[in-house]
């Protein structure tokens, strides 16, 4: 059943509060945007309310870590974003055990617009040493990138939806930090593209591999579910047998996915052509579905980036 990753986000935050007696929970005055307010109902000693103050938030989030605590800070991405330069100070240089959660990122956001549109917080976010940087699929990965990031003794960012996505993995999934997860794997295993997507965009990356087969072409898809830290290593062995490589990301074209694709091509001479699908704007408001498709985020304009130049 379709469940958006921030509602995934916040029953597992409830259901991770016993086994994780220091978790406390901090937002600024979204609580049921961000979906803090259960754990908030339920653990009222264990809840911040920060009102629309998110620098003092973060701060205060560095000095319950500095303690011992385990404090997971949530607003909208592009709130947190927007505060950079704290995320940096208190929490980045001090080392801080903060888990940053935004949610509302990319497209995804609809008819709020583009004044509320995390559009740039990984390209932000991943410039910061350190810093582990996850963007899960669907609802079972996001259970599982939550406790492992309530696991970890240091600072994470999990950027999540607002609008509901479709599952793309099975119930035996395991997440495992920084391996990039095939989720369509053609036959023959030669491809005319390799798509690697990332939150909200797995979806149609899924779809377009799908469609493609049905054509007569092979197209792997793959998700990208840890930007930070990137795994390059692992691009060269997808590329190996792809004539092209096909990002796609609800996130600006710019520090995203598609920068972490073309630094590890570079990087490691691989010598095959990238095309990266992202948002090339602000955004605008509107229907999730109507943005991906107006931004060149659907599953057709996935599709027609795979094929474009290369042999039937």
């Known amino acids: 059943m379709p469940k958006a990753t921030r509602e995934a986000f916040g029953e597992t935050l409830v259901e991770l509060a016993e086994k994780f007696p220091n978790l406390t929970a901090l937002d600024a005055d979204l609580s049921h945007s961000v979906m803090t307010a259960a754990f908030a109902a339920k653990y009222p000693q264990r809840h911040w309310q920060f009102g629309i103050a998110e620098s003092n938030m973060i701060g205060a989030a560095a000095g319950l870590a500095l303690s011992g605590k385990i404090p997971v800070c949530a607003s909208f991405a592009c709130f947190l974003a927007g505060r950079l330069e704290t995320i940096r100070a208190a929490v980045m240089l001090n080392g801080a055990n903060v888990k940053l959660v935004g949610t509302h990122a990319g497209l995804g956001i609809g008819e709020d617009g583009a004044s509320q549109m995390g559009l740039e917080d990984i390209g932000a976010l991943r410039s910061l040493p350190g810093l582990t940087i996850l963007q899960p699929a669907d609802a079972i990965e996001t259970r599982q990138a939550v406790e492992w990031m309530l696991g970890h ?117 691989l010598g095959i052509p990238v095309v990266a699908l992202g948002v090339r704007s602000f955004g605008e408001s509107g229907k999730a579905a109507e943005l991906y498709e107006r931004h060149g985020l659907s599953a057709s304009h996935i599709m027609d980036a795979c094929l474009r130049g290369v042999r039937s």
């Open 153 to 269: 003794p240091g600072p994470v960012y999990l950027r999540l939806a607002r609008q509901k996505v479709e599952e793309v993995h099975k119930p035996d999934y395991r997440f495992e930090l920084s391996k990039p997860d095939v989720i369509w794997e053609p036959e023959p295993k030669h491809c005319q593209a390799t798509i690697f997507a990332s939150g909200g965009t797995v979806g149609p990356a899924l779809a377009a591999a799908k469609g493609l087969l049905d054509k007569g072409f092979s197209i792997r898809a793959v998700n990208v579910a840890t930007l930070a830290p990137f795994d390059a290593d692992s691009i060269e062995n997808f590329a190996k047998d792809s004539e092209r490589l096909v990002t796609v990301e609800d996130h600006n074209v710019i520090g995203g996915l598609g920068s972490a694709i073309s630094e590890a091509a570079a990087g490691l001479g």
